[in-house]
């Protein structure tokens, strides 16, 4: 029988990190692109692309993640999209994110004021001009201690991955413990995994974030 | 061959969707409580107490649970626990998980209305002889929640949220039966479709239910 030994759970968790790494990245930067689409939408003159995006934020983030998971990996599959575990998680993890992006980057956008709105406006800049030049640089400031704060939510999020049985590590630790009946260790040590990711990301946020509160004392 | 959606089929398996239902809702009041009240503990040993050492500790649990996921904590409790002697049926070691997840966000929610409360209320507090315990109990906490109150509302929404995954463990919640009648019927979609609109409905009760017992316990003027 294949005994296993402290090192061997270590070993095989921290090579299961990767998918969860590659998933979280995956899943950031593509729901990073779409939430700029959403939050251009949301901040749109058309009614309608605000109507379509504000049901977006809703449904995403009305909705438990673990349900869209499940949608995706069943629903993918009906509409004939031939589906992994991996493309259902990067679909579901992608549109979940994107809309929570969506929405913390609003808030920086409407954190702007309005008088810088209207100073560009009188420049007679459009009103993508007066994202692109004007707010946008200025809110992406004031974005970037969240975003980093919902990174590690996604990583966190990228564990429920492991229910419609994608290889991450959650996955790795029910697949060593059922094959080394040390649950205690198998779990604690996933959990040190998680630790060491999200720890210095949210140390980082908080970093961030009270240094822009001391710069906005001055 | 195209798939036929069929959401008539689900119609003889409603009662097994209502008593997940019902579990889902007992999680989250029942744990609800039970972890703001833990917050409301943690707030205090972090933010009021002059105990250095408890601070620490609470300091520490927050930043352990804030930083894995719950499915890792839930899975850690109910197969875990067990080699260190505690064992735990399914919905007790959910509720556990619950509690723990809910204590250490609702501690930090808490601690940011605390911070808020104006000094001059607790230096007016003291100089009325009170003890610290008895000023967060009548002069802080009332107005910490007050400013806290929808994103607690929040985070308990997440945490309804969450304990779908407590299908994992096989708590019979509302995921577990839309999964056992998924294999049942082998409706995947319709089943989940109508398990997420169930928690779309039950996340509108929820703040609801919060915004009228807010009214009733947090907004309420001292007559």
């Not at chain 1, 402290?6 to 090579?15: E, H, S, T």
């Not at chain 1, 004021?113 to 994202?131: E, I, V």
Request: glycine letters at 8%.
């Amino acid at each position: 029988m294949i005994q296993f030994g402290l090192w061997d759970i270590a070993r095989n968790l921290a090579l299961a990190a990767r998918w969860t790494i590659a998933l979280s990245l995956a899943a950031f930067v593509l729901g990073g692109a779409v939430g700029l689409a959403i939050l251009f939408a949301r901040t749109s003159r058309s009614l309608w692309l605000r109507r379509a995006a504000s049901t977006h934020i809703e449904l995403f983030q009305g909705t438990p993640l673990l349900m869209q998971l499940f949608l995706s990996f069943f629903g993918l599959s009906l509409v004939g999209i031939e589906t992994s575990a991996w493309s259902a998680a990067a679909v579901a993890l992608t549109l979940w994110t994107s809309a929570f992006l969506a929405e913390i980057w609003r808030g920086c956008v409407e954190g702007i004021p309005g008088g810088q709105w209207d100073a560009s406006a009188s420049l007679a800049m459009s009103h993508l001009q007066q994202m692109r030049h004007v707010v946008l640089p200025q809110a992406l400031r004031i974005a970037i201690p969240p975003t980093v704060g919902f990174a590690v939510q996604v990583i966190k999020g990228t564990a429920l991955a492991s229910i419609i049985g994608f290889v991450e590590v959650s996955k790795a630790s029910t697949m060593i413990t059922n094959a080394s009946f040390k649950p205690f260790t198998v779990y604690g040590m996933a959990a040190l995994i998680y630790l060491a990711l999200c720890l210095p990301l949210s140390m980082c946020s908080r970093h961030l974030e009270r240094r822009l509160h001391v710069a906005h004392r001055d | 061959m195209t798939y036929q959606l069929d959401f008539g089929g689900l119609l003889q398996y409603a009662d097994l969707l209502a008593k997940g239902v019902g579990l889902t809702v007992t999680l989250i009041t029942v744990g609800g409580a039970s972890g703001v009240a833990v917050g409301m503990f943690g707030a205090w040993a972090r933010g009021f107490s002059r105990m250095s050492w408890l601070s620490a500790l609470v300091g520490c649990y927050v930043e352990l649970i804030r930083n894995t996921p719950f499915l890792v904590q839930l899975l850690f409790i109910f197969f875990g626990l067990p080699s260190a002697g505690i064992q735990l049926s399914a919905v007790n070691a959910a509720l556990l998980a619950i509690v723990v997840n809910l204590g250490a966000y609702a501690t930090e929610i808490i601690r940011a209305g605390v911070e808020a409360v104006p000094r001059s209320q607790i230096e007016a507090a003291a100089s009325l002889g009170m003890s610290r315990l008895q000023m967060f109990g009548h002069v802080v906490l009332q107005p910490a929640l007050q400013k806290i109150w929808p994103a607690l509302t929040s985070q308990l929404v997440i945490v309804m949220f969450g304990s779908a995954v407590c299908s994992q463990i096989a708590a019979e919640e509302l995921t577990f039966a839309a999964s056992f009648i998924q294999s049942r019927s082998f409706r995947a979609f319709e089943v989940y479709f109508v398990a997420t609109g169930i928690y779309l409905a039950l996340a509108l009760l929820l703040r609801q239910g919060m915004r009228l017992l807010g009214q009733a316990v947090i907004f309420r003027r001292a007559s």
